[in-house]
Nanobody, 127 residues
Framework: QEQLVESGGGLVQPGGSLSLSCAAS????????VGWFRQAPGKEREGVSC????????DYTDSVKGRFTISRDNAKRTVYLHMHSLKSEDTAVYFC????????????????????WGQGTQVTVSS
């Protein structure tokens, strides 16, 4: 069983940068794809970015392509989300979650495919 803890959220001005971390405590972290999701007030949770368990293949939702970068450090059991050129519409609670796929090169942005979730960290983009 994986336990996930997000950190790094906060208040940032439009155009600024922020980096989030997702630290896992389980022993099977290497075998999981990991995704970042976000949920703004009154909206459904949506997939933002994901990274596969094998060879680090990544995917991004269109609205963050070119601005966000996901990476993972299996030795530290941590996944990062580096966010640049932040916009007010990026304001949300950000969650990380694991998903297991038999294909190690696969990752997904689908909420229902994820099993273990962190508690979330608030990101607010405002002047």
């Amino acid at each position: 069983q994986e336990q996930l803890v997000e950190s790094g959220g906060g208040l940032v001005q439009p155009g600024g940068s922020l980096s989030l971390s997702c630290a896992a405590s389980g022993s099977s972290f290497d075998f999981y794809a990991v995704g970042w999701f976000r949920q703004a007030p009154g909206k459904e949770r949506e997939g933002v970015s994901c990274i596969s368990s094998g060879d680090g293949r990544t995917d991004y939702t269109d609205s963050v392509k070119g601005r966000f970068t996901i990476s993972r450090d299996n030795a530290k059991r941590t996944v990062y989300l580096h966010m640049h050129s932040l916009k007010s519409e990026d304001t949300a609670v950000y969650f990380c979650a694991t998903a297991y796929y038999t294909d190690s090169l696969r990752c997904g942005l689908v909420v229902s495919e994820s099993d273990y979730w962190g508690q979330g960290t608030q990101v607010t983009v405002s002047s």
